[in-house]
């Protein structure tokens, strides 16, 4: 049944699950959002979406993947216009494990992800088990 | 006096805290990573940097002013090329507090923080105490 989009209390049209899983398939720069040393941070990563899971590599001895292993992350995806404000933002709350069954590991060795964040073969998961989105639309702009 | 630029562990170039707060300064889209509901989460808002203070507006009853008042938040910017993977990212941590002077508040009424992540007039400043950030340069890319 299609219905009225929904908004948020602050105007922002409110994604439903599917759409925001669309958009996160369409991009590969994410930031995860974690506490490293009992402070939290932001870090940028590459990142695949197979369809089930986010993918980020990692390199062990680094804080993200110190603070990625097993773990509960926040994970978001933006594409917003700073001129027009227009765009979109996507965030996923959800547990992270390290891939280790060395078959799967192999089939990523070919998955679309690029290398900068890391040089090294680990690969986390994220588990999309809380999604949300939001899309901008053009609004007034602030005063000069 | 002038020195080889350092680089982390994944080979990425280490910016100092000036280059940093110049980099901060000329964008106006960030990202905040909080705790809400004992969860970790992240939020897309529009920024302005005086120079000394991140600033954000916030309405009261949502989850970024719930989460952001008088605590310790994570603040990401980046400006990064998904095709040559070239760019860079800056994040702060430290603490955060509710701007409530009003002639404070009337003088940020005319500054260039454009609204669209609240309909309200609450400002809540972030003071940049830990300041790190990355330069991407253009690598190898991932395997086909």
Chains 1, 2 share one sequence.
Do not use: M
Not at 9 to 27: D, F, H, K, P, Y
């Amino acid at each position: 049944v299609a219905s009225a989009p929904l908004h948020d209390s602050n105007g922002l049209e409110v994604l439903g699950r599917e759409t925001c899983l669309e958009l996160l398939a369409g991009r590969a720069l994410g930031r995860i959002g974690l506490t490293s040393e009992a402070l939290p941070t932001i870090v940028p990563v590459n990142y695949w979406f197979d369809g089930h899971r986010i993918l980020v590599r990692t390199s062990p001895g680094t804080k993200l993947h110190a603070a990625t292993v097993n773990t509960v992350v926040a994970f978001e995806v933006d594409d917003v216009d700073p001129v027009e404000h227009s765009g979109w933002s996507v965030v996923v709350t959800g547990p992270t494990a390290e891939i280790t069954d060395p078959e799967e590991l192999e089939r990523l060795r070919h998955a679309p992800l690029p290398h900068w964040s890391s040089t090294d073969g680990h690969v986390i998961a994220i588990d999309p088990a809380i999604v949300s989105g939001r899309r901008l639309r053009p609004g007034p702009r602030a005063q000069p």
